[in-house]
């Protein structure tokens, strides 16, 4: 799906994915259905997950991986196209 990559950042080994912006587009349109479905369920974790694949990832994205603009615009587009879902489909 990706290819995973290791960076030294601050004395600490950091991971990245290397996803590519189609499929950040889903990730981040699906999670959004994640946090909806289940956060009355067990908020710390839904917000825990939120927080590791949109905040954390698009860091890494930023800071270590190449596409960034792609990456990020995809990963900002599935959000959209979540929130105004009504008969729309990008892909």
């Known amino acids: 799906m990706g290819y995973c990559s ?4 601050l004395g600490k080994q950091i991971i990245t ?3 590519s912006p189609f499929r ?3 990730r981040s349109r699906n999670s959004m259905e994640i946090l909806r479905r289940y956060f009355w ?3 710390k974790l839904v ?6 694949l949109h905040i954390k990832a698009n860091l890494k994205i930023i800071l270590f991986e190449k596409d960034k603009i792609n990456k990020l615009k995809y990963g900002f587009l599935g959000t959209f196209d979540w929130f105004f879902r009504k008969g729309f ?3």
């Open 24 to 26: 950040r587009y889903f």
């Open 47 to 52: 917000l825990n997950f939120w927080y590791n």
């Open 41 to 43: 369920n067990n908020p």
């Open 6 to 9: 290791t960076h030294g950042f």
């Open 17 to 19: 994915e290397n996803y």
């Open 89 to 91: 489909r990008r892909f």
